[in-house]
């Protein structure tokens, strides 16, 4: 089991940064594929970036891509989202999720289901 715990969200305007991070702790982190996700206000679930459990692949949503960086520290057991150029539409709840089911997967996945474990959220708002 993998226990995450996200936080850096708050309150931005439009054309700042935010960088958010997902502390894990207990299954051995650095064996797995990890992801971001987001869900805004009467919206699904949607995914935002994933990276490699190595941290050689990267994959991101076509909104993020060119604004938004995925990297991970598998010393410190931590994976980031560097988000530069916020807009108001990336106002949403971010979750971070493990995908725990492919040992030392170098494909990064996007779809919801495939990931197993995930956080409690962080809250990022900006505003125009």
């Known amino acids: 089991q993998i226990q995450l715990v996200e936080s850096g969200g708050g309150l931005v305007q439009a054309g700042g940064s935010l960088r958010l991070s997902c502390a894990a702790s207990?299954?051995?982190?650095?064996?797995?594929?990890m992801g971001w996700f987001r869900q805004a206000p009467g919206k699904e679930r949607e995914f935002v970036a994933a990276?490699?459990?190595?941290?050689?692949?990267?994959i991101y949503a076509d909104s993020v891509k060119g604004r938004f960086s995925i990297s991970r520290d598998n010393v410190k057991n931590t994976v980031y989202l560097q988000m530069n150029s916020l807009k108001p539409e990336d106002t949403a709840v971010y979750y971070c999720?493990?995908?725990?089911?492919?040992?030392?997967?170098?494909?990064?996945?996007?779809?919801?289901?495939?990931?197993?474990?995930w956080g409690q959220g962080t809250q990022v708002a900006v505003s125009s």
């Open positions: 207990g299954r051995t982190f650095s064996n797995y594929a």
């Open positions: 999720a493990a995908d725990v089911r492919v040992y030392r997967s170098y494909l990064p996945r996007y779809r919801r289901d495939q990931y197993d474990y």
């Open positions: 990276i490699s459990w190595s941290g050689v692949n990267e």
